[in-house]
């Protein structure tokens, strides 16, 4: 069982960064394959990033790669979301999602441990 926590989100105008943090709760953080996922109104989650246990193995949407990093710190049990040169089309909740296991999957469905979001706003 895992308890996360996100935070960072924020309004930002478009082309800025915001970096979102998700702290995770257990010691098994070490045995949990990470992502981010994100839901705008009206829409379906979408992910957005995926990390591996180690952080040596990492997957981005097409929409976000080149711009959003996803990085983990296992020391501190927390995964990160930075952002960059944010635009609209990025205004969503960002949720935080865990799975036990070592490959990466990118479908909400696989994931059994959610954060509460945290808001992202991008404005133009």
């Known amino acids: 069982q895992v308890q996360l926590v996100e935070s960072g989100g924020g309004l930002v105008q478009a082309g800025g960064s915001l970096r979102l943090s998700c702290a995770a709760s257990?010691?098994?953080?070490?045995?949990?394959?990470m992502a981010w996922f994100r839901q705008a109104p009206g829409k379906q989650r979408a992910f957005v990033a995926a990390?591996?246990?180690?952080?040596?193995?990492?997957k981005y949407a097409d929409s976000v790669k080149g711009r959003f990093t996803i990085s983990r710190d296992n020391a501190k049990n927390t995964v990160y979301l930075q952002m960059n040169n944010l635009e609209p089309e990025d205004t969503a909740v960002y949720f935080c999602?865990?799975?036990?296991?070592?490959?990466?999957?990118?479908?909400?469905?696989?994931?059994?441990?959610w954060g509460q979001g945290t808001q992202v706003t991008v404005s133009s």
């Open positions: 999602a865990a799975r036990a296991g070592y490959l990466l999957k990118l479908v909400a469905d696989e994931y059994a441990f």
């Open positions: 257990g010691r098994t953080f070490v045995s949990y394959q």
């Open positions: 990390i591996t246990v180690s952080g040596g193995s990492t």
